[in-house]
């Protein structure tokens, strides 16, 4: 297996899922918000051992994986970002820990492993219990972008031989999925542009992650993003900024023009993120790019690290 490299995903089988539940750390994390300059600006729900999280496209919610202590798997909660209460929405022995959602947020879509399975599955953001599995299959899935228009899901394998790979899942019912992007180098963190006619990704083709932008459907060419490495891209909703995790934890902005192809024109480097893990979303954004939720560490296994939490 590879080491998760700057957010790298590690190679799962069904197999090796039991495992990977009895070996994982205690972590305490909380969300917290952050303006540009780093300026902590307040936080989200309790502390806990928080995993991927994505913001809800209306700006109103969070739904972040939480680890169930009893289990030791994770289910997704959602915390809405106005009142800070909380909706737990699965709650079955399976662990899911990666949740997107559709354009409209009247959908989502997320991973499920167990011992048997390692599927994806699709249903209303109002009741887990009606979602359908979309995709099976015995190595692991992770849903990671919704394209504008509804019609496509991104979503990054792995496996051995390729290590991460980008597929692409229809939701049109028009035909299989198909691979993206899937050479011996890893791709991963796959992000669909505000218009959809382009990827962000990231590979590590000489071993460090960087950050690139292709076309959709089809990565016939890429631009490179990132400076000296990078992971974890995300775009302003206007599309005229990516931004992405450095290698040393700084969250960088890159201005984008997208007129004639990719251009950079500057980049900006904004603070340094205290996140707990480097294989799920440490941060999201809001749609203007001011604000910054940052998954922060508040306890690390590792020693007695304590980071304030308010």
């Known amino acids: 297996m590879r080491q ?44 806990a051992d928080h995993g991927n999280l994505e913001i809800s496209p209306d700006g109103t919610r969070v739904a972040v994986a939480v680890t169930d202590v009893a289990r030791a798997t994770r289910d997704i909660w959602f915390y809405h970002l106005a009142s800070d209460e909380r909706t737990r929405f699965t709650s079955d022995p399976a662990d899911e820990n990666w949740l997107i959602w559709s354009p409209d947020g009247q959908r989502v879509l ?15 953001s109002t009741d887990a219990s009606r979602g359908m599995q979309v995709l099976g299959g015995d190595e ?7 394209s504008p228009d509804g019609r496509y899901v991104l979503y990054v394998t792995n496996n051995e031989r390729t290590s991460n790979d980008i597929w692409v899942l229809l939701r049109d019912g028009t035909g299989s999925p198909y691979p993206y992007l899937h050479t011996a180098a ?12 382009w ?11 960087e950050v690139f932008v292709a076309p959709f459907p089809a990565a016939t060419r890429r631009w490179r993003i990132s400076a000296d490495g990078g992971a974890q891209a995300r775009w302003r909703r206007d ?9 040393n934890r700084m969250l960088m902005s890159a201005q984008i023009d997208m007129s004639s192809g990719i251009t950079v024109k500057g980049y900006e480097p904004l603070f340094e993120l205290q996140h707990p893990y480097g294989a799920y979303h440490a941060f999201d954004v809001t749609a203007d790019g001011q604000r910054f939720l940052v998954n922060t560490l508040v306890v690390s296994p590792s020693g007695p690290r304590v980071i304030a939490a308010r």
């Open 186 to 197: 890893s791709e991963n963190w796959a992000s669909f542009s505000p218009d959809g006619r």
């Open 199 to 209: 990827v962000a990704f990231s590979a590590a083709d000489s071993g460090q992650p």
């Open 110 to 124: 997320l991973n499920s492993f167990t011992r048997e399975r390692l599927s994806l599955f699709e249903g209303p």
């Open 140 to 146: 692991g899935k992770w849903p990671v972008s919704w």
């Open 239 to 247: 599309g005229k900024e990516i931004y992405y995790v450095a290698p």
């Open 4 to 47: 998760a490299l700057a957010g790298l995903m590690v190679a799962m089988t069904a197999a090796s899922w039991a495992f990977a539940q009895s070996s994982r750390p205690a972590v305490l994390s909380r969300l917290i918000w952050f303006d540009r300059t780093g300026q902590r600006l307040g936080a989200v729900g309790p502390i």
